[in-house]
């Protein structure tokens, strides 16, 4: 009885994975509506040209140096930065790390379950830059230093 449980799991599990397919360049985003790190909306919507993406720590790293290397006004023009939290555990997350990000100097959407933004592109320690026209993506890059992302933004 178990193996069958197992095994319906499984299906199950393995369906709901097939279900979020990962965005590519021609895809339009829908609009995405997160808090940020103060609880105040933030959008992604079609006045944004460059979205910048982390899913793990290394990456929100390289964008947090790309940002304190680049004055503001030197940064793209509707840029929305993002990241995905939900790894974090809810506590770590309540109590430590965002009391610590709201001592950036930029607004970060927090995506705290990952369901927003499960279909954006990541690789494991490095930063996603989409650059972006009414929504639709132009293209998609990846930066493991905040150099490379600066080039590229």
């Known amino acids: 009885m178990q193996y069958i449980i197992l095994i319906i799991s499984l299906i199950f599990s393995s369906v709901a994975i097939a279900q979020t397919p990962i965005f590519k360049v021609g895809d339009t985003l829908v609009p995405i509506s997160l808090q940020d790190q103060f609880d105040k909306p933030l959008q992604v919507s079609a006045e944004t040209k460059v979205l910048l993406f982390s899913r793990d720590m290394d990456g929100g790293e390289i964008i947090q140096a790309a940002f304190a290397d680049t004055p503001e006004e030197q940064r793209p023009a509707h840029l929305a930065y993002v990241a995905d939290i ?3 555990p809810s506590l770590i997350a309540r109590f430590i790390a965002v009391p610590k990000m709201q001592d950036y100097p930029f607004l970060l959407g927090l995506d705290r379950e990952g369901e927003m933004t499960a279909a954006i592109p990541a690789v494991k320690g490095q ?4 650059k972006l026209t009414d929504l639709k993506i132009q293209s998609i890059e990846f930066a493991q230093d905040a150099k490379t992302l600066i080039s590229q933004w």
């Open 86 to 88: 939900s790894g974090m």
């Open 127 to 130: 930063a996603t830059i989409i």
